[in-house]
């Protein structure tokens, strides 16, 4: 099944930053429309190939990188899908949903091949163990859930001392495993789950964390507005100037670590072209703010292409965007 697409031009704000240029001032950016609710996950496969989408209309949709069209819409959960994620080999997607339930699919038939359930609230974040034998999910309930993803067993639940576990995510080299709450992030023994750091500083729910790709930063966005950096060794704090404009929703990191994205929610009319905004890692500066989406919407979902090439994101209008980064070189 095909759906509509539309090519257009978005706009990007460009920053001279320290030295560093950023070359065109235009961004070649895609529309792909097909959603009827705010689309609130996105992902890659591994191989760049195919990207996956979630959304607050209960589906998801596997997408074509090449040609931009949908190759699949998966359905069956009942109630919103607010993450989605492949696993390291790309032969399974695993989306989750409110409706507490983690779905795995298997990408070359479509089909759904098994349902995980048990003492989870509803799903808000989800992601794979490096070596791909574990599953990882959060929950409004506390919990934190590990499955197996060879036999689909749950092989650890514990919990968080806050009630909303808003995001989870495995370190580059499987040992350690983070999440985050309200106004803190904590570090997880990968293995054995005890507690081994807890990191405060953001003062409200924290809707995004993410490892840089060596593994020595860990990034955290929340609805406080800020985006903070932490030396992994050191637990060194790093506030990001964002001016406090808007919510934080997602955050990512290129692959070769130099830059990272933060999808946000601007709060006031001035901010609105701050919806897309990347920051240099090394400076710690926002070098670009990317607008497209429909003007007084927001971004819930930032993901980069294994390549680098591409930066997709999904908003409260319904749509994703897929902005080619080519243009964007540092000297």
């Known amino acids: 099944m095909q759906y509509p697409r539309i090519v257009c031009i ?33 992902a890659f496969s591994p191989d760049g190939t195919l990207f996956a989408s979630g959304s607050h209309d209960c589906s998801v949709r596997l997408w074509d990188v090449a040609s ?25 997607l695993a989306s989750g949903s409110d409706d507490r339930t983690v779905r795995l699919w298997d990408v070359a038939s479509r089909a759904c091949m098994a349902t995980l359930s048990g003492r989870m609230g509803g799903v808000k974040s989800l992601a794979f163990s490096p070596d791909g034998s574990l599953l990882a999910a959060s929950a409004d309930n506390k919990m934190i859930t590990l499955w197996s993803v060879a036999s689909y067993q749950n092989t ?3 919990k968080e001392t806050m009630n909303w576990v808003g995001a989870v995510a495995f370190s580059p080299d499987g040992t350690l495993l983070t999440t985050g709450t309200m106004g803190r992030v904590t570090l997880w023994d990968a293995l054995s789950h005890e507690v081994l750091t807890v990191l405060t500083g953001h003062t409200s729910t924290i809707k995004s964390v993410v490892f840089s790709p060596d593994g020595t930063l860990l990034s955290s966005g929340s609805a406080d507005k800020r985006i903070k950096l932490t030396n992994v060794a050191t637990h060194r704090v790093t506030d990001l100037p964002t001016e ?11 692959p070769d670590g130099k830059l990272l994205a933060s999808g946000e929610w601007p709060i006031a009319p001035k901010w609105r072209d701050r919806q897309i905004r990347l920051w240099d890692v090394a400076t710690k500066q926002c070098v670009a ?25 999904g908003g409260s209008d319904n749509t994703i965007r897929l902005w080619d980064l080519t243009s964007l070189t540092t000297p």
Request: with cysteine; charged share 10%.
């Open 10 to 42: 978005g706009m990007i704000t460009l920053f001279l930053v320290g030295g560093a240029s950023w070359a065109g001032t235009n961004l070649p950016m895609v529309t792909l429309i097909g959603h009827t609710g705010k689309v609130s996950a996105v």
């Open 289 to 313: 703010t990317l607008t497209g989406h429909v003007p007084a919407s927001y971004v819930l979902c930032v993901a980069f292409s294994p390549d680098g090439k591409l930066l997709a994101s």
């Open 156 to 158: 650890a639940t514990f």
């Open 68 to 92: 931009k069209r949908c190759l699949a819409v998966l359905t069956g959960h009942t109630e919103r899908v607010n993450s989605v994620a492949f696993s390291p080999d790309g032969t399974l």
């Open 244 to 254: 406090r404009s808007g919510y934080v929703n997602s955050l990512a990191f290129s």
